[in-house]
């Protein structure tokens, strides 16, 4: 089963050009076996019609030439392609079965019927063991006991004959193979074009062409379009929908911060004051998430050095161990709200994980690497991917309940995604986790 | 200084009934004279026969925006202009600047940083520090440029520079007093005026000066803009422009 699959290409040109294949080695063979045919059958007919003629002539000689100089007279008759002999005697060849020889014989007939009147014998002699070399011998009565002995000292056509013939059509079958393969591949540039951006759905929008290509191309890549229409406006939809809900949270929490003062107990208050700081973080990260992306200005020069150490000094003043090391001054083209908002969460992450987190800058092969490593319980290899997708955390692994909704990293991966550039995140040894931002730098 | 001498008029503009009353009342306990309205319709005809030293905006009033407002209200006079939002977007926060509101403040708004940009913001409409053209809050020195309502201080090469709330204000009282000793008592009640509730408290300016100092010393030269005097305080070196 699976042999027969790998004979069968997965790619479409594969497929085309296996399809092709066959038929041109189909049509091969007919056209060999039929132009073959036609080739043995017209040289036959061919010697047939000389041997018709020679024998006619030989006849005539015979019947004019004085009896003593019969045999001398036919013996000149001789070519290098037909030798001839007088023979008296009973019937020197023996009555044949072969179909080439039945041809010639029906051949020398039709085009001489005179010779008709003879008694005449044709068969078919292999000179060698093989059956390559066959040569014709055959005898022609002149009456009594005498005989025209004639013998081809070429072979007759055979099958051999046909394989010059199935080289030539070979030949042909191969140019036509060759052409058309490559206009298959040609033709199915557009479908794998189309397919390689159909891998990009998701990413980016991806506007398929509709008004070139095949016709049936055109057609999926106006669904394609459609579809990815459908998915935007929905996606639209709800993520305008939760922004709402995030704007209207926050007049009533509003209200409540400025009802805070008038509880009594301290206590109580200190806690409801806590409460409402959590939750003003937590929708204000929910917005950073959609605006991260979103922001309509150009990028324009940041120094990623001054935002790097500036983020460390303004968790310092938290009371968080957060340190920098690097260029006091690197300018990458940037986003600057999404950047600034990416390393404050990474940094943020750090500290909430690792209790400390040190961010260091340097330059890479593609632009600028900004990297936080914390000495924290780091992330399970199996979770590395997941944390980034929005509202994942991962309590049980990473230790107590922290505050936040899970969109610290996804903010970070959305303003890489937004700069061009990565996020990549890998486990430290002994334990902790070291979070690398890779910006273009161009 | 003459601000002080009488009580300053806000106009609330808010549509939600209890965060207007609530945040009067927090107004008013500072000492200001406080009226809210629930619209813009309402708010208009009250402007027409009285002045307000300032103007606290909601953007999202039903009916007329808060940002139509704010461009009516520029077409007339340069009251000083304090949003208060519930988006937080980079561009609301531009496009609400963009319309010569002088601050931009998000809800749930801190109720003692509300009375401290009230403050801020008439200090700039009365000081003598932003009588030429502070309308376009654009101050330049040394070939850095600083945009006071965005809060964002530019690199002579024109690169962004990442600077603190607190080293901002700092530098724009600066770049207030430039070539002149300031004190390091006046800076630091500066700051703290302005700062208010923005934990600066236990951070001394020798350590926000230093700061600032990196910062600016990121491009050639910069480290020499702001000099120390022994004992008495710092100068600003630079001529600044605005």
Known sequence: MTSTFRLWPHGFTGRVTLVLLFAVIVQFIAGSLLAGADEVDIQRQDLGRRLAEQLLVAEQVIKAAEPAEQARLLATLSTHHVEFALVEGPPPVATSVDPAAADILSSIVAWEPSLAQHSMQLTVASSSGLELRRNLEGALSLGGDRWIVFRTLEPIAGWVAALGISLRVGVIALIVLGTAGLLVRTMSAPLRQLSNNAQMIGTSRIQFEETAGPRELREVSRALNTMQDRIEGLIAQRTHALVAVGHDLRTPLARLRLRVPAITDEDDREAAQRDIAEMSRMLQELLDYFDVGESGREAGPVDIASLSFAVAEEFSDLGASVTYEGPERLIVPAFYDPLRRAISNLVDNSVKYGGAARLSLAEHPDGVELTVRDEGPGISPEELDRVRLPFERLDAARGAMQPGIGLGLSIAQRAADQHGGTLVLRNRRPHGLAATLILPAD | ?242
């Open chain 2, 1 to 242: 200084m003459p601000f002080e001498n009488r009580i300053h008029r806000v106009a609330l503009i808010e549509d939600d009934g209890p965060l207007r009353t609530l945040l009067s009342r927090h107004i008013r306990q500072s000492g200001f004279e406080t009226r809210g309205f629930a619209s813009a319709a309402e708010f208009g005809a009250a402007a027409a026969e009285s002045d307000f030293d300032v103007v606290i905006l909601d953007v999202m009033l039903p009916g007329t925006s808060g940002l139509d407002v704010c461009r009516w209200l520029r077409q007339r006079s340069n009251v000083p202009i304090i949003f208060i939002s519930a988006k937080s977007s980079h561009t609301d926060r531009i496009v609400g600047l963009e319309l010569g509101a002088d601050d931009y403040l998000v809800k749930p708004l801190d109720p003692g940083e509300l009375v401290a940009r009230i403050r801020s913001v008439l200090r700039r409409a009365n000081g003598p520090v932003t009588e030429m053209g502070a309308e376009v809050g654009i101050v330049r020195f040394a070939n850095w440029r600083m945009d006071q309502r965005r809060r964002e201080l530019y690199a002579p090469d024109g690169s962004r520079v990442s600077i603190s709330e607190a080293e901002f204000d700092l530098l724009i009282v600066l770049c207030g007093m430039p070539q002149r000793v300031v004190g390091r008592e006046f800076l630091l009640e500066q700051s703290r005026d302005r700062l208010s509730s923005r934990n600066s408290g236990d951070r001394s300016i020798d350590v926000l000066i230093s700061r600032l100092r990196r910062k600016l010393g990121t491009s050639e030269g910069g480290r020499d803009l702001i000099r120390t005097v022994r004992g008495v305080g710092y100068v600003f070196t630079p001529v600044v422009e605005r």
